[in-house]
């Protein structure tokens, strides 16, 4: 008999039975026979798992830093849109503000995208190659478009609210001149800029992002609009506001909506993380602020004081979103069950539906 390091995990024999004559019984098959190895099957019924219950894929070493760049990002790109809108409707407070608040979001993000990647250089980087099939290569070049058009606009605001004292000499018409188109061309990347940081955590093997790449991005753009919204309510005269109200109503319903749908197309394991613990939490009171920061927008929101705490509940609503998406999709990557039931109900799916015969799937 061998002997194992590995012998203490095998499960215990059974009792083995004696005859009345004293003779043990031989085999351990039904009706007494078998194939007289007079021994406990060494294979057990599998169960699917891992090697001693360690996760299947690697967690994303992600942190809050990154988490409060997909909230900043939707911030800026919303706010893009909403100064698009001062723009073209004589709305110069709401112009202002919402480029101040846009380019203020783009660079708290960097600063944070910048810290996760622990040095500045590795963004430059990324900006050697142009790879259309890479989200992250995609980002930095829609980040970079727009921080280019947003810079423009900035700095066009910033020399009118000090009066033309800026030191810009022969610079200042050509700036005024494209100040205009500027503020166009950042608003065509804001949907994007929104949009591209659920298409970054979808394309990973982390199990809750990637059943939910079909729909994550339309919450992370209606989470933007909610975030943007919101704070345009606060720095604005309601007299302005008009747009943004309208926005934020819309983004309400279509959080509600996007999330309801993406849910109910994910697997329901890979959805639970979603619902349980910190997460399930987080994106619960989301839903909760969202809501309330809808409802005060449309009963109230002609009211400074209410337009002001709505629009603080939608910009909280939307940074429970990408926090508690993230933190959702890190958990579901710890437990190897969020990885291997959803494979599984995904080889009995195409096995119902008749495919037998490709390299995923036997007939077995």
């Given amino acids: 008999m061998s002997l194992s390091e590995f012998d203490s ?9 004696r005859r009345r004559d004293g003779a043990r019984r031989r085999g351990t098959g039904p009706g007494g026979g078998g194939d007289g190895a007079r021994e406990m099957p060494m294979v057990p019924e599998p169960e699917f798992t891992s090697y001693y219950g360690r996760p299947v894929v690697k967690p994303a070493p992600w942190g809050h830093e990154v988490a409060a760049y997909l909230f900043l990002g939707g911030v800026a790109g919303g706010s893009a849109l909403l100064a698009l809108g001062g723009q073209l ?3 110069d407070a709401l112009r202002r503000n919402a480029r101040l608040g846009s380019v203020t979001a783009l660079a708290l993000g960097g600063a944070a995208l910048v810290k996760d990647l622990g040095r500045p250089e590795r963004f430059l980087h990324m900006l050697r190659t142009f790879k259309p099939t890479s989200p992250m290569s995609m980002g930095t070049w829609i980040l970079s478009a727009f921080g280019a058009g947003m810079g423009i606009t900035v700095a066009a605001e910033a020399d009118r609210m000090t009066g033309s004292r800026l030191p810009l000499g022969p610079l200042r018409p ?6 205009g188109p500027a503020g166009v061309e950042a608003a065509v990347f804001a949907g994007p800029l929104a949009a591209y940081t659920a298409v970054l955590l979808a394309d990973t093997a982390t199990p809750t992002w990637n059943e939910a790449r079909e729909d994550l991005a339309f919450v992370f753009v209606s989470s933007a609009s909610l975030a943007s919204a919101g704070l345009a309510m606060i ?4 007299d302005e506001t008009g747009p943004a109200r309208r926005l934020a109503v819309l983004g309400v319903v279509g959080d509600l909506v996007a999330t309801r749908v993406m849910e109910h197309r994910m697997d329901p394991v890979a959805a639970e993380p979603l619902h349980e613990g910190k ?4 994106l619960a009171w989301s839903e909760r602020l969202a809501v309330a920061g809808g409802l005060g927008t449309l009963l109230g929101g002609r009211h400074r004081a209410v337009a002001a705490v709505s629009g603080a509940a939608l910009l909280a609503a939307s940074a429970l979103t990408r926090f508690g998406v993230l933190e959702a999709g890190l958990r579901s990557a710890e437990d190897p069950r969020y990885t291997i039931e959803p494979q599984k109900n995904r080889l009995a799916a195409r096995r119902a539906a008749g495919i037998t015969d490709d390299s995923i799937t036997t007939a077995g």
């Fill in 89 to 91: 409707t004589g709305r």
């Fill in 9 to 17: 995990y095998r499960p215990p024999e059974p009792p083995r039975r």
């Fill in 235 to 238: 720095t604005t005269p309601v």
């Fill in 279 to 282: 997460p399930g939490a987080m």
């Fill in 174 to 179: 050509v700036l005024r001149a494209v100040e």
